[in-house]
T-cell receptor
Framework: EAGVVQSPRYKIIEKKQPVAFWCNPI?????LYWYRQNLGQGPELLIR????????DSQLPKDRFSAERLKGVDSTLKIQPAELGDSAVYLC??????????????FGPGTRLTVL | DAKTTQPPSMDCAEGRAANLPCNHS???????VYWYRQIHSQGPQYIIH???NNETNEMASLIITEDRKSSTLILPHATLRDTAVYYC????????????FGTGTRLKVLA
């Protein structure tokens, strides 16, 4: 079974430029998560989707960050414009459902963003 | 939100048991304890989870105290490949089903 796929794996951009990350979750997983992980810290949830609906985006900086999951399968996270403080690893995860107490999350390898 | 406290780092000799502690003194009655690990340059990997009872799977054992305020992850025979950052997470179940990651314990298994 293929795992969570993310691309690109690495991205280097100048500040104020836009950037987009793509995630393809495990087939059949309804719930998709985007996390940001700063150096030396644990991942922090940005947004959670149940199918195509964003059910928790309270931690997403909406002035510059946006996300979509149009057909309830793959998802894109965008930053426009990027700032120096956005340098981090962006992780995508999926799980079969978000409402059960016992479902594990499957994480992708992440995209390491460097903003210069 | 419930939070966890873990030692920042631990060492363990290869072949010995690694016991990783976690404090979660503000955990609520319906909140699960999860353990994940993250090997360098990879995404976190699920290890085990539990609510009240001790749990065991092919990777590890999870011991949760009776008052649920702390737990211990046990890797029975640590190998060099177990070197990673281990996260103890309390999974909120009141609507958001959110994982709250701490900074984890960096486990180094020594040859």
């Amino acid at each position: 079974e293929a795992g969570v796929v993310q691309s690109p794996r690495y991205k280097i951009i100048e500040k104020k430029q836009p950037v987009a990350f793509w995630c393809n979750p495990i087939s059949g997983h309804n719930t998709l998560y985007w996390y940001r992980q700063n150096l030396g810290q644990g991942p922090e949830l940005l947004i959670r989707y149940e199918n195509e609906e964003a059910v928790d985006d309270s931690q997403l900086p909406k002035d510059r960050f946006s996300a979509e999951r149009l057909k309830g399968v793959d998802s894109t996270l965008k930053i426009q414009p990027a700032e120096l403080g956005d340098s981090a690893v962006y992780l995508c995860a999926s799980s079969p459902a978000g409402t059960s107490g016992g479902n594990e999350q499957f994480f992708g390898p992440g995209t390491r963003l460097t903003v210069l | 939100d419930a939070k966890t406290t873990q030692p920042p780092s631990m060492d363990c000799a290869e072949g010995r048991a690694a016991n990783l502690p976690c404090n979660h003194s503000t955990i609520s009655g319906n909140e699960y304890v999860y353990w994940y690990r993250q090997i360098h340059s990879q995404g976190p990997q699920y290890i085990i989870h539990g609510l009240k009872n001790n749990e065991t799977n092919e990777m590890a054992s999870l011991i949760i105290t009776e008052d649920r305020k702390s737990s211990t992850l046990i890797l029975p025979h640590a190998t060099l490949r177990d070197t990673a950052v281990y996260y103890c997470i309390v999974r909120v179940t009141s609507g958001t089903y959110k994982y709250i990651f701490g900074t984890g314990t960096r486990l180094k298994v020594l040859a």
